[in-house]
């Protein structure tokens, strides 16, 4: 049996024009042929890297603590893990939630020349020719932790060859900024209401994996940007670790509070239902894809 591996992903959100007509989420497809969730429309993230947790890039973030941020995430992890969100979200969608503090003004990526720069940073990121910490400090960077709203915990089951323990985050698209997935890694990106991506999950044009589709329902509850963070700000999320099992004959993923489900040895029993997480308690692969249904 594999052991998670930390990880953090970021739920981008903006507001459809004009406002008042709801939200749009941020989606990118991974790769054909990646090892994980291949040909799947995801949110931006991946796994925490050593580099994460360094000094300086810690030193960096600003509007909430190292404290208060493990206060919140329940781990001694949790500042990496917002940088590890942060990064991603940069490397894999080119979206940066940073500025440069009150004295020096804010990354404007509506200035041909500023907008040119990062994208040249964000390449030499993915190409692994300068690590995030240079960019930061080169661009002397304060990373807007506080800009990360916690929104949920999932741990990839146990029967799964590649695992991770991934915080999920929700966050506001900054003004001025066009995000886009890194045509390596990721092969196209989309903004989609969650109405829509559900729908086009169900017609077969996309293909939502257990863990983002459960989150795209729960953001259907909500009608705005504000909405979702003040639900995620308000919430206590509980780790979610599905647990595999055959429902009528086809291949489920329990989840806490499935009649069926039981817990795993790995973890405590998965406790406290945050505000908005209820409805439908398992998925079902049919025909190649995940549904959700209630038990």
Known sequence: ????????????????????????????????????????????????????????????????????????????????????????????????????????????????AEAARFAAHRR?????????????????????????????????????????????????LPAGQAPLHDARETVASAWLAPDEALARHKAGDIALPPPTLRNVELLALHPTVSAVCAAADAADPPVILPTVDQVDGKLALLLPGDPLYRPPPEVPAPGGTPRGLGGATRFVLDAGRWYTRTA
């Open 1 to 112: 049996m594999a052991a998670p591996r930390l990880a953090a992903t970021v739920v981008l959100l903006r507001e459809t024009p004009p406002p008042g007509r709801g939200f749009e989420v941020f989606f990118v497809k991974r790769h054909e042929n990646s090892g994980f969730m291949g040909g799947a429309h995801v949110f931006p993230g991946g796994k925490l890297d050593a580099a994460d947790r360094g000094e300086a890039l810690l030193a960096a973030c600003d509007g909430r603590t190292a404290e208060a941020c493990a206060a919140r995430l329940g781990t001694p992890d949790a500042a990496g893990l917002h940088v590890a969100a942060l990064r991603e979200l940069f490397e894999e969608a080119g979206a940066l939630l940073a500025d440069r503090g009150a004295a020096l003004p804010a990354p404007d990526f509506a200035d041909p």
């Open 124 to 172: 030499a990121l993915d190409a692994r020719q300068k690590p995030f910490g240079a960019v930061v400090a080169e661009e002397r960077l304060h990373l807007r932790v506080d800009r990360l709203h916690y929104w949920a915990h999932w741990i990839t089951p146990e029967v799964e060859p590649r695992r991770f323990d991934a915080y999920f985050f929700v966050a506001a």
